[in-house]
């Protein structure tokens, strides 16, 4: 496959021009509003109009855009509650409010234990349905075979950009940290309350109250961790994905590159930072329709195309739970050893891609990132912007891009 370096610098080019007009005219993206569909429709004009795909449609789904982000806020409520309860029982001497106090405590905390996994561990959409649902968008585009179609590969990006993490635009430690001191906290607080229950104590003691008093201004750090009505640029986070995925149809269109068997589609996904939303909707969707078809497909997810150095192969997505396809992992370190390159292979730390939402709904699907996870200045926060990212990295996860369709039309998935 034929791609001359002057055709792929003017797709940097174009890109970096691109995202940079995005932010200027459009600006933050929240998931699910007009910005993100916005976006989506200024892509569509473009992929269109310059006739970079066959086809384009915008597709709608349902979301509840608070839905993956909510647990801060919840958990924060209800810890809160049950230390000021205790609190409360200390100053009013009163047996059946020790009790109540207690009880209140443990129930409150393993319900927000079972939150905090559940919302952010696993992505499980448990908070949805006490939250209010609008329509979110999917971009997809495709690029027709010159033959019949044996083969699909499906590049992908998202459009929406994230809430600001607060406490995290200090330093990503400062936020673990937070964390971890308020799950200790919450681990005592059990204790605590397990031991009076158990022993049918019918008065705090002073030390207990002190502890629960001092977890109850803690626990504010809950509502701190994300500021709802701060929405960042996102250029980094993730138009450089999503340009990615856009300049693969542009080298492809303008070089005359004709695959035989491969259809190459791209996919622009909406509410990602809600919890996956979007490749959710689309993999759900379209799932039973590629088994039908017979077709072999794989998803290709690149995302923060920004550190040069910290290119990866994420094999593990979401916090490590979900496994990513064996196979298009080795597809991916075909595609980087043809282009002299040996990619790590990594474990998305805390949070996921795109492909996890892909990859758990069963199809081939793996992630490519290029984000210092020790600690990425610009990380879900106001600093992500034009002005702040790295064309040479964007460039290298073009190659990628390209590379690892050109491995697919020859060869397909490898074997493991």
Not at 289 to 307: H, K, L, N
Request: aromatic content about 10%.
């Amino acid at each position: 496959m034929k791609i001359n370096n002057e055709l792929k610098q003017q797709a940097v080019d174009y890109s970096m021009d691109s995202i940079k007009q995005i932010c200027e005219t459009i600006g933050p993206r929240e998931s699910g509003m007009p910005a993100e569909l916005k976006c989506q429709e200024w892509i569509k004009k473009e992929l269109e109009d310059k006739k970079w795909v066959d086809s384009a449609e915008i597709e709608p789904f349902k979301m509840a855009r608070y839905g993956l982000l909510s647990f801060g806020p919840v958990i924060g409520t209800l810890m809160m509650i049950a230390a000021i309860f205790q609190v409360i029982a200390y100053f009013i001497p009163s047996s059946g409010l020790v009790l109540a106090a207690n009880i209140i405590t443990i129930s409150f905390s393993i319900l927000s234990f079972i939150i905090g996994v559940l919302q952010f561990l696993f992505y499980k959409q448990f908070l949805d349905v006490f939250l209010p649902k609008l329509e979110s968008h999917n971009l997809y585009g495709k690029i027709k075979p010159e033959g019949e179609m044996k083969r699909r590969v499906v590049i992908g990006g998202h459009c929406d950009s994230a809430y600001e993490f607060t406490i995290m635009k200090i330093h990503q430690n400062v936020m673990v940290a937070s964390i971890a001191i308020n799950i200790i906290f919450v681990l005592v607080g059990i204790v605590m309350a397990a031991i009076s229950l158990g022993s049918l104590a019918k008065e705090i003691p002073l030390w207990s109250m002190i502890i629960f008093a001092v977890s109850a201004v803690l626990y504010i750090t809950f509502f701190l961790l994300f500021d709802f009505t701060t929405v960042v640029p996102g250029a980094n986070d993730n138009l450089t994905g999503t340009f990615v995925a856009v300049s693969v149809a542009k080298c492809l269109k303008e070089s005359g590159v004709k695959l035989q068997n491969t259809q190459v589609e791209i996919l622009l996904t909406g509410s990602e930072e809600a919890g996956l939303r979007g490749a959710n909707a689309w993999s759900k969707k379209y799932k039973p329709v590629f088994d039908a078809e017979g077709v072999e497909t794989v998803f290709i997810a690149f995302d923060s195309m920004r550190d040069f150095d910290w290119m990866t192969i994420y094999h593990k997505d979401m916090s490590g739970i979900v496994t990513n396809s064996p196979r298009a992992v080795k597809l991916l370190d075909k595609a980087g050893e043809r282009l002299g390159l040996k990619l790590p292979h990594g474990v998305v730390p805390a949070g996921a891609s795109d492909a996890a939402a892909v990859s758990k709904n069963g199809l081939h699907a793996v992630c490519v990132a290029a984000q210092n996870p020790h600690g990425a200045p610009y990380y879900h926060n106001t600093r992500d912007t034009a002005d702040n990212m790295d064309p040479k990295t964007f460039a290298l996860g073009l190659d990628i891009a390209l590379s690892a369709i050109e491995v697919f039309d020859e060869e397909g998935l490898p074997e493991v």
